[in-house]
């Protein structure tokens, strides 16, 4: 990237920085530690300079915004055009509980939703499910059928704004509800926008809220695919993520290495059930986590741009939307301390930064209290600010990719695209991603890095503020929300009275044809739509599935 | 101890499993339980199970005690895996192929660590076998260590030896050391579904014709998917055919008298090294003998002399 | 021969967190106890089930899914129907300062909250379990 004279001269200039300044420094102030390395550890230099980035071409692998490499970023305008979507993930309780959240959301200036879902709910089970017991509404809605859908949207504008729903094993069902209650509001399904996580091999590696083997998961993924390009096409059927991957412990490296080829498995499967390309890659969207290492994140998203287009196109892929990997951030959950719980504002609001500065569509921002229960309405208003403050008063947003030509941060991304390239090498010589999964190879690249973390923070090698270091010695002692019991047995009751009232022989129907149809290859959407529609719940259409695909039993990896 | 003695005979789990407790940890006091109920012993058909790391035996195994419980009979399953040479802790994981029979009172599933035995299985495992034979199960299944060419000591505890190979994992067929081949009293070909089962099958039944002696028994190989369940009944008749062979020939006798001989010798070192290591008195002799070993004044033969001399005296 | 201690670690309910629950086992193994870890998704039930047919001294129970007060509280009480009053019943997860009282009054040893390091964890299973 630099004229060859000026390099040799830099060059030599750097060497005589280091043996005279640098070392001589040294001497006599040792550096804090032996070795600087990022939090995937890769090591990291006292400095960088044009040397450390001169192998790079400007316009082949650095370039401008909208275009390839993409690697400044997707739209020529960015953050410029359009701040990202301020989008909460919320949910507890009943979805009057959590309808009343989500006006409390918009009300104060967040510009998506974001629906997380109770337990029951992500394994497709009803809330009077003997499995449900003590699950119901803590850690998000219960949903168990299309009545609550309603309920839950109620008041909230379809068609004016977008919806996220992390729901994966039965996300399809989900979905299909979602999408009978826009029509009940008079919204036809081409005019709704959202998202669907729906990435099922993530879950099989981390989250583990699969409930079908793979390969009719993959089935059922792709139908969503298949029904979303042609009949609800301003939907994302798939969030492929890896903030999971990262919250179970996994690296900087390991995320990204192990979401893009999830990625690249979604699209092969879909190619090779018959699809174009063209057609559903324009909707395929990720999910990212933003964790402590400011700058190795940052990194980390821009060369996800560019590693993704640049597979994308190998694949075939024409169109430039094919080609732009649009995510949602979410800042890292795992590194919120119960202890000295405010600290976590400050440390969301650095996670915030650098999601902002690697270029995200969309944010979600944790609240003080994650590590002791679900947000409080005081916590979760101030981790919306910090969006919000962010965007209007720190001017970051004046300029695309502001980071953009740092030597560290130059070197660093290429360094990042190096090591997950080398992952992407293992990965295939296991045979691809689901044979990696049953042979239990992402789990335990996971499980490893989880451990090693744990001792270096045992051993006092890795600093927790508040934890192991600073500590007080004071009890904990913010307000924090508590889910109200009386729910549950709202929710059983509702239950009841829908299968009471609704037309049961019409729910036997659509089931039965979902069963039949289940067991052929046609695509499942528009009976599952017929099953919802006739308020079958969420667990008896599951339960048609379960009974047609089985149930997944995961490999044990420590 | 009579009274533990006489719940383990009744097949009362919670006696049961202490029992296993204390002969595991050596307890002076399980000797008193364990010798009233060894004439109540005999009666459980023991099946050993090896095969390399990742053939599938826990499922296997899983599949097997299903497929008995349907058949009315009880099973005890012993799920045996590595203690760390270097902590002396163990992950004891086998159970959880096995979570769905943990409810059932007609299995009962212990794990345990080898704690320093060789062989892939653990010093106790004889006195496990009476104490679940003597509670009352129909079958025990003993799930050893996957290290796979060492595993030969599970024939001297096992009426039946389950080999379990997969097409593609470990070595070829060629490569399975002789040791492997003969203890097998069924093969089992797992992951059938995968690419090469019937080429390891062949190759499997090669190896068998050579060592095939008209009139003798020729070991079955068997092919399951165990993680469908395919394949097992078929598995289970093989090894209750084999149960009759031995009866028939009056071979069952032999083996048992191989796994009381190999029991009897474990008890006699079990107690004589606790004698020696355990007693404070030699204790510290002991540790001078290792030193003195250590600087080359003395050698190790000369010491164990020593030693033995002075606990025959 | 010494005596291991023996500890079950126990994720009880639909909760699929296992980073914790993984990490604890693994470090209670290098730890020198042997450590029975069942899987995701089990019953109150089939953890108590495991407890006496694994004689264990200890069960671990991980839980963030907010579920803690119902399932920790069945443990405990089947385990006390079983007559295996003498297990050492410690927890960790999601779980407020207010809710971990209600479980030490129930029965529950300790909870270690977000923040404890596994050698906390070690020394007081080591100290409190029944000799």
Redesign the interface.
């Known amino acids: 990237m630099f004229d060859e004279k000026e390099l040799s001269g830099i060059k030599k200039a750097r060497e005589e920085w280091e043996e005279k300044s640098y070392k001589e420094y040294l001497k006599k102030h040792p550096e804090r530690k032996k070795r600087f390395t990022t939090l995937s550890g890769l090591d990291v230099k006292a400095l960088y300079t044009p040397e450390d980035i001169a192998h790079l071409d400007y316009l082949k692998d650095i370039g401008f915004p909208g275009m390839e490499p993409f690697l400044r970023g997707i739209h020529a305008t960015m953050h410029r055009g359009r701040i990202w979507t301020m989008r909460m993930f919320s949910g507890f309780g009943t979805a009057e509980e959590t309808n009343k959240r989500y006006h409390y959301l918009l009300e104060h200036g967040e510009t998506g939703l974001s629906v997380a879902f109770d ?2 709910t ?2 497709g ?1 009803d809330t009077d499910h003997p ?5 119901f509404g ?2 998000g809605v219960a949903v168990s059928s299309l009545k609550d859908m309603e309920i839950l949207f109620d008041g909230i504008p379809l068609d004016k704004i977008t919806t996220s729903m992390t729901i994966n094993g039965p996300a399809a069902v989900i979905w299909a509800m979602y999408i009978a209650n826009a029509e009940r509001q008079g919204i036809p399904k081409d005019k709704i926008g959202g998202t669907i996580q729906n990435d099922i091999l993530k879950e099989y590696i981390a ?3 699969f409930i079908f083997p793979p390969e009719p998961s993959l089935r059922l993924i792709i139908d969503t695919f298949e029904y979303g390009s042609k009949y609800v096409p301003k939907w994302n059927t798939i969030s492929i993520s890896g903030y999971h991957i990262r ?3 996994s690296t900087a490296v390991q995320e990204l290495a192990f979401t893009l080829a999830d990625g690249l498995t979604y699209v092969k499967a879909a190619m090779e059930r018959g699809l174009k390309i063209d057609d559903f890659a324009p909707r395929l969207s990720f999910f990212f986590n933003s964790h402590n290492d400011f700058f190795e994140e940052i990194a980390k998203f821009r060369a996800a741009r560019r590693i993704w287009a640049r597979e994308m196109k190998n694949l075939g892929a024409k169109k430039p939307r094919s080609l732009w990997m649009r995510f949602h951030t979410q800042t890292a959950g ?1 590194t919120l ?3 000295q719980p405010e600290n976590n504002i400050v440390r969301v609001t650095l996670q915030a930064l650098a999601a902002v500065l690697g270029g995200t569509q969309s944010l979600h921002t944790n609240s003080m209290d994650e ?4 947000p409080s309405e005081k916590a979760v208003l101030i981790a919306l600010r910090t969006q919000q403050i962010i965007a209007e008063e720190s001017n970051v947003t004046n300029t695309v990719d502001p980071l953009g030509g740092s030597y560290y941060i130059e070197w660093l991304t290429d360094k990042m695209e190096e090591e997950v390239y080398k992952y992407f090498d293992r990965i295939e010589q296991l045979g691809g991603v689901i044979p990696a999964i049953e042979k239990g190879f992402f789990q335990r690249e ?2 490893e890095s ?2 090693r973390y ?2 270096e ?2 051993e006092m090698k890795r600093v ?1 503020v508040g ?2 270091k600073y500590q007080l010695d004071e ?3 913010i307000p ?1 929300l508590k ?1 109200d019991e009386k729910g549950e047995r709202i929710q059983i009751e509702r239950l009841k009275k829908l299968r009471r009232e609704r037309d049961n022989a019409k729910v036997e129907k659509a089931l039965n044809a979902l069963r039949k149809a289940a067991e052929g290859d046609e695509n499942l959407m528009p009976y599952i739509l017929d099953c919802v529609k006739a308020y079958a719940t969420l667990g008896e259409t599951c339960d048609v599935l379960r009974e047609v695909f089985g149930e997944y039993k ?1 490999p ?1 990896i ?1 | 101890m009579r009274e533990l003695a006489s719940k383990v005979l009744k097949g009362d ?2 006696s ?3 029992l ?2 204390l002969v ?3 307890s002076r006091n399980a000797a008193n339980a364990m010798k009233i109920i060894h004439k109540h012993t005999g009666n459980a058909h023991v099946v050993g199970v090896t095969g390399v790391m990742g053939s599938g035996k826990s499922t296997l195994i899983y599949e097997l005690a299903r497929g008995y419980r349907k058949q009315g009979k009880t099973v005890g399953i012993v799920g045996i895996d590595p ?2 040479p270097f ?7 086998d ?2 192929r096995m ?1 769905e029979l ?2 059932d009172s007609g299995v ?4 345990m ?1 080898t ?1 320093g035995a060789l062989g892939g299985l653990t010093g106790a495992i004889f006195d496990v076998i009476e104490i679940l034979d003597a509670s009352g199960k129909d079958v025990v299944l003993v799930e050893t260590v996957g290290v796979g060419q060492g595993e030969v000591d599970v024939v001297k505890m096992a009426d039946t030896t389950l080999v379990v190979l997969v097409p593609g994992l470990g070595d070829s067929i060629q490569a399975i050391k002789a040791g492997i081949m003969e203890i097998a009293d069924v093969f089992v070909v797992n992951k059938a579904d995968r690419p090469g089962v019937d080429r390891a099958v062949a190759e499997l039944e090669s190896m068998l014709d050579l060592k095939h002696v008209e009139g003798e028994r020729r070991t079955p190989v068997v092919k399951t998917v165990a993680r469908k369940g395919e394949g097992v009944s078929e598995l289970i008749q093989k090894i209750d055919n084999h149960m009759n062979y031995l009866k028939e020939q009056n071979l069952l006798e032999l083996r048992r008298r191989k796994r009381y001989e190999a029991e009897l010798v474990e008890i006699i070192r ?1 107690e004589l090294m ?1 004698y020696i290591f355990d007693e404070k008195r030699l204790k510290g002799k002991i540790d001078d003998l290792v030193d003195r070993i250590s600087m080359k004044k003395m050698d190790p033969y000369t010491g164990a002399e020593e030693v033995l001399e002075r606990m025959l005296r | ?4 201690i ?1 500890v079950l670690v126990a994720k009880p ?7 914790g629950a ?2 604890v ?19 109150p ?2 953890i108590v ?2 407890a ?4 264990v001294d200890v069960i671990g129970l991980s839980l ?4 803690h ?3 920790f509280r ?1 443990v405990v009480t089947l385990l006390k129907k ?3 009053d003498d297990v050492l019943v410690v927890g960790g997860g ?1 779980i ?2 207010e809710d971990a009282s209600k479980l030490k009054k129930m029965g529950v040893a300790e909870v270690f ?3 404890t ?3 906390e964890i070690i020394e007081f299973i080591r100290k409190n379990v029944k000799k």
């Open positions: 337990y029951p992500l394994y089970y499995f449900a017991r003590g699950e803590k850690c989250q583990k809220s919250e179970a412990g795992c301390t119960a202890q590590a002791l229960a679900l996971i499980a989880a451990y744990q001792r923070v045992d927790v934890v192991n009890p904990i002692s924090i889910v995961e044990i420590y | 789990t919670r049961v499993a202490r296993i407790t595991e940890n050596n203690t760390s902590t002396g802790g163990a992950l004891l994981g159970r959880i979570q943990a409810c009962f599933i212990r794990s660590g704690r079990r606790s | 021969m010494e005596r291991k023996r309910g639909l909760d699929g967190h296992d980073r993984k990490v086992a693994r470090a209670l193994r290098d730890a020198g106890m042997e450590v029975i870890y069942t899987g995701l998704h089990q019953t039930e089939m089930e495991t006496v047919q694994e004689d963030l899914s907010g579920a007060l119902t399932l069945d079983r007559g295996m999601v407020p300062e909250g977000p923040g390091t596994t050698d």
